[in-house]
T-cell receptor
Framework: DGGITQSPKYLFRKEGQNVTLSCEQN?????MYWYRQDPGQGLRLIYYSQIVNDFQKGDIAEGYSVSREKKESFPLTVTSAQKNPTAFYLC??????????FGDGTRLSIL | RKEVEQDPGPFNVPEGATVAFNCTYS??????FFWYRQDCRKEPKLLMS???SGNEDGRFTAQLNRASQYISLLIRDSKLSDSATYLC???????????FGSGTRLLVRP
């Protein structure tokens, strides 16, 4: 099936630890995105990438890093600098002028 | 002013009612518009794209008003399963960046 796969579904982070969230798509989409959603809130853009080896900061990039070495993959690292990482993280992809498709998300919590 | 604004609701309606949501956007050059539905603790799912001429999909109708810079979503004959948060999404220019509204919550009661 074509789609976006996020893993893991649930993730726990210890103090001072970096963790990486995986996002893979087989839709052949050029652009990929990472969003954060806190309970009862809207989506906030962390990073997005329009093409391989290029990415742009979104509205809340501090404490996060990304890479785009392959078209299909856009992993997100939540670094120890992100002091409040507990949230629902959503990955998405799209082609220009088309709607976004979302993965089913990763829930990150602090131990 | 936010780039995309929605009434957060909740809109509490009985089954069978007709309900409408509006979403205003600030950039008059915005190119593409979409409505998404998000269930609690789930990812957003595309409900429909919004075309200049308006479009309808079963009980759902979306309209675009460029002069007043808003899009609307009309739901007829509401079902219990329509209870969700409805997100308005706008592509403000020809780039890949999309702007999400904070969502309008709909509760359909028996």
């Amino acid at each position: 099936d074509g789609g976006i796969t996020q893993s893991p579904k649930y993730l726990f982070r210890k103090e001072g630890q970096n963790v990486t969230l995986s996002c893979e798509q087989n839709l052949n989409h050029d652009a990929m995105y990472w969003y954060r959603q806190d309970p009862g809130q809207g989506l906030r853009l962390i990073y997005y990438s329009q093409i391989v080896n290029d990415f742009q900061k979104g509205d809340i990039a501090e404490g996060y890093s990304v890479s785009r070495e392959k078209k299909e993959s856009f992993p997100l690292t939540v670094t120890s600098a992100q002091k409040n990482p507990t949230a629902f993280y959503l990955c998405a992809s799209r082609q220009v002028s088309q709607p976004q498709h979302f993965g089913d998300g990763t829930r990150l919590s602090i131990l | 002013r936010k780039e995309v604004e929605q009434d957060p609701g909740p809109f509490n309606v009985p089954e069978g009612a007709t309900v409408a949501f509006n979403c205003t956007y600030s950039n008059s050059a915005s190119q593409s518009f979409f409505w998404y539905r998000q269930d609690c603790r789930k990812e957003p799912k595309l409900l429909m794209s919004v075309y200049s001429s308006g479009n309808e999909d079963g009980r759902f109708t979306a309209q675009l008003n460029r002069a007043s810079q808003y899009i609307s979503l009309l739901i007829r004959d509401s079902k219990l399963s329509d209870s969700a948060t409805y997100l308005c999404v706008v592509n403000p220019d020809s780039s890949y960046k999309l702007i999400f509204g904070s969502g309008t919550r709909l509760l359909v009661r028996p």
